[in-house]
């Protein structure tokens, strides 16, 4: 149920429900989130963006304090006037990515695997090509050895044969959750991570460091990928109308889709209240 009141704190995903489908955020979108700085509560980009999109995602929520990014993995405090801090950088073993990947292909069939392993500004992803990933331009084809030969951020697979719900499923019944964290995020990929990792993980290391409770955070998301944080969350927990329909099952409540600006007109009718 929403609290009456303010939340103490924001958290919202960005690709899918702040970012809209040409992949801009509104001028109108950006003046809400100041505003809700300007009443004073912290704003977080929760994202499955891997650190080497620091750039790109500060653009896109420039109001942030905090980013929780790799969906979880990374947390980067922006409010030190000394400059960003990392407060959270876990990492997942490419000889535990493989073990999972062999007993993954084993059930599910052949894998198109990629892996996020550079946090350098821009860099690409590596592994398999595949022509239903969106990003062509931030990736380079290499071998599985290459991929394995390293600690990874995270891990992208899909097969041809499953839908992306249906290798989550598979995934989740073989690959124990003290190995590795499993989710999608809309991409047609299932999501590979560090165990431990998610959203409301990444979220509660902000909140330590605020002093927030849990009870006292409103978020907002789309994808299997927020479900973490809608558990964690007790302030409110909003999909945009467009969120995949676990999430809206989840959810309190239900805004406008990401193309018209559904968290910045529901956080402009809630600061006007």
Partial sequence: MTRPGLPKLIATDLDGTLVRSDDTVSAYTHGVLDRVRAAGIPVVGATGRGPRLKELTRNDIRAADFLVMAGGGCVVDQSDPAGPLVLRDERLSGEVLAALLADLEAAAGPLTV??????????????????????????????????LSGDVIKAFARTADHHVDELLAVAREIIPPQVATLTQAGLGFIEICPPGVDKATGLSVVAERLGVDPAEVLVFGDMPNDLPMFGWAGWARVAVSNAHPEVRAAADEITLRNDDDGVAVYLDRLLSR
């Fill in 114 to 147: 990629m892996v996020e392993a550079s946090d350098e500004h821009d860099a690409p992803l590596w592994g398999d090509y595949h022509p239903s990933w969106p990003y062509q331009d931030r990736f380079e084809a290499r071998s599985r050895a290459e991929c």
